[in-house]
Nanobody, 115 residues
Framework: QVQLVESGGGLVQAGGSLRLSCVASGSIFGIDDMGWYRQAPGDQRVLVARITNDGSTNYADSVKGRFTISKGNAKNTVYLQMNSLKPEDTLVYYC?????????WGQGTQVTVSS
């Protein structure tokens, strides 16, 4: 089992920046990759960015060049640096960890970008 706790969401003006953090606990040594997803009400969660154990990353086209995913010094922390935020980035952001075929999710953190 892996538990995930996100933090760092909030309200920011368009063009501003936020950094989301996700701390994993539990069976962290089994984690294969971690990522950030976001979801609008009534929609499915969609990938924002993902990082593997060897540091490989991939991003949604809509955030390339603006968002950066990274890992902390500890294996159990992942960050999402969000720059040049747009009103359309206003969504709930979720941290996800993958252990084999099992997926674990955080509780979500709201990001609101005002125009």
């Amino acid at each position: 089992q892996v538990q995930l706790v996100e933090s760092g969401g909030g309200l920011v003006q368009a063009g501003g920046s936020l950094r989301l953090s996700c701390v994993a606990s539990g069976s962290i040594f089994g984690i294969d990759d971690m990522g950030w997803y976001r979801q609008a009400p009534g929609d499915q969660r969609v990938l924002v960015a993902r990082i593997t154990n060897d540091g490989s990353t991939n991003y949604a086209d809509s955030v390339k060049g603006r968002f950066t995913i990274s890992k902390g010094n500890a294996k159990n922390t992942v960050y999402l640096q969000m720059n040049s935020l747009k009103p359309e980035d206003t969504l709930v952001y979720y941290c996800r960890a993958r252990v084999g075929v099992n997926l674990y999710w955080g509780q979500g953190t709201q990001v609101t970008v005002s125009s």
